[in-house]
T-cell receptor, first 114, second 112 residues
Framework: DVKVTQSSRYLVKRTGEKVFLECVQDMDHENMFWYRQDPGLGLRLIYFSYDVKMKEKGDIPEGYSVSREKKERFSLILESASTNQTSMYLC?????????????FGPGTRLTVL | AQSVSQHNHHVILSEAASLELGCNYSYGGTVNLFWYVQYPGQHLQLLLKYFSGDPLVKGIKGFEAEFIKSKFSFNLRKPSVQWSDTAEYFCAVNTGFQKLVFGTGTRLLVSP
């Protein structure tokens, strides 16, 4: 079974703090993704990566950056957290760029910014 | 811009009732369509997907979906729901190179 793990289930930070969210997948997948999930808005893509050291902006990249130094690990960085970044953050991975492949999701990190 | 619309935000059904959740997409190219489900406290998981061929797709737990190209729709159905189907359901379209666009989700509550 594919396993996608996220470093924290719950996180509370203060406005202005730098926040790191970590994601690890164990199936040698090429692609990794970061989404945020908000009630009534569904999932929105923040950033994604097709390979090590590669990154692409998603639909809502503002206020975020990412890092992929190793194939299995994809980090989401909030340089200066703000209250409007309070949300559920989901990491996902998929095998390759084939349109047919599904994405496998982690359990999510619920981030609260005070 | 590509978009996915799920018209029903909240659905309440009794056990054994039939279910149909609507999904319409806006995308002019070749589409690949997915339904994902998120059970309470669990991670998002794939219910079914359409890639090509037979427009009627069967998934896990008795769910199916029909792709109607002329209507830009991919509605999810189940003939008889169970209490354990209580969850949030998301429709998504793959617009290229694994970039998924999700709908806003439908919360289904099945009362025993």
């Amino acid at each position: 079974d594919v396993k996608v793990t996220q470093s924290s289930r719950y996180l509370v930070k203060r406005t202005g703090e730098k926040v790191f969210l970590e994601c690890v997948q164990d199936m040698d997948h090429e692609n990794m993704f970061w989404y945020r999930q908000d009630p009534g808005l569904g999932l929105r893509l923040i950033y994604f990566s097709y390979d090590v050291k590669m990154k692409e902006k998603g639909d809502i990249p503002e206020g975020y950056s990412v890092s992929r130094e190793k194939k299995e690990r994809f980090s989401l960085i909030l340089e200066s957290a703000s209250t409007n970044q309070t949300s559920m953050y989901l990491c996902a991975s998929s095998r390759d760029r084939s349109l047919f492949n599904e994405q496998f999701f982690g359990p999510g990190t619920r981030l609260t910014v005070l | 811009a590509q978009s996915v619309s799920q018209h029903n935000h909240h659905v309440i059904l009794s056990e054994a009732a039939s279910l149909e959740l609507g999904c319409n997409y806006s995308y002019g190219g070749t589409v690949n369509l997915f339904w994902y489900v998120q059970y309470p406290g669990q991670h998002l998981q794939l219910l079914l997907k359409y890639f090509s061929g037979d427009p009627l797709v069967k998934g896990i737990k008795g769910f199916e979906a029909e792709f109607i190209k002329s209507k830009f729709s991919f509605n999810l159905r189940k003939p008889s729901v169970q209490w354990s189907d209580t969850a949030e359901y998301f429709c998504a379209v793959n617009t290229g190179f694994q970039k998924l666009v999700f709908g806003t989700g439908t919360r289904l509550l099945v009362s025993p």
